[in-house]
Nanobody, 117 residues
Framework: QVQLVESGGGLVQAGGSLRLSCVVS????????MGWYRQAPGKQRELVAS???????NYADSVKGRFTISRDNAKNTVYLQMNSLKPEDTAVYYC???????????WGQGTQVTVSS
């Protein structure tokens, strides 16, 4: 059974930091491109950052220079370090695993990030 378990969300003041974690089932982590998405109320889900199996990273323009995605293959975990948070970063953040060979996507349950002004 594939599982993605997120943690690390919460309430923070503008300018603060949070680190999100996503632990992934061992059987898919090494063959998946990993990503963090977010969805704010009334908006579509959007890609925040991604980290491929080959080590390539990609960021949304709105978070470049503030957020950093990383993955620890030994722990089957992907992280999202979020610095200089802004109220517009408020959203539910979802971890995504795209299994390359199957072209399948798996999602975590989501974790709420709220940034107060």
């Amino acid at each position: 059974q594939v599982q993605l378990v997120e943690s690390g969300g919460g309430l923070v003041q503008a300018g603060g930091s949070l680190r999100l974690s996503c632990v992934v089932s061992r059987n898919i982590f090494s063959v998946s491109n990993m990503g963090w998405y977010r969805q704010a109320p009334g908006k579509q889900r959007e890609l925040v950052a991604s980290f491929t199996t080959s080590g390539r990273t990609n960021y949304a323009d709105s978070v470049k220079g503030r957020f950093t995605i990383s993955r620890d293959n030994a722990k089957n975990t992907v992280y999202l370090q979020m610095n200089s948070l802004k109220p517009e970063d408020t959203a539910v953040y979802y971890c995504n695993a795209h299994v390359i060979v199957r072209d399948n996507d798996y999602w975590g349950q989501g974790t709420q990030v709220t940034v107060s002004s």
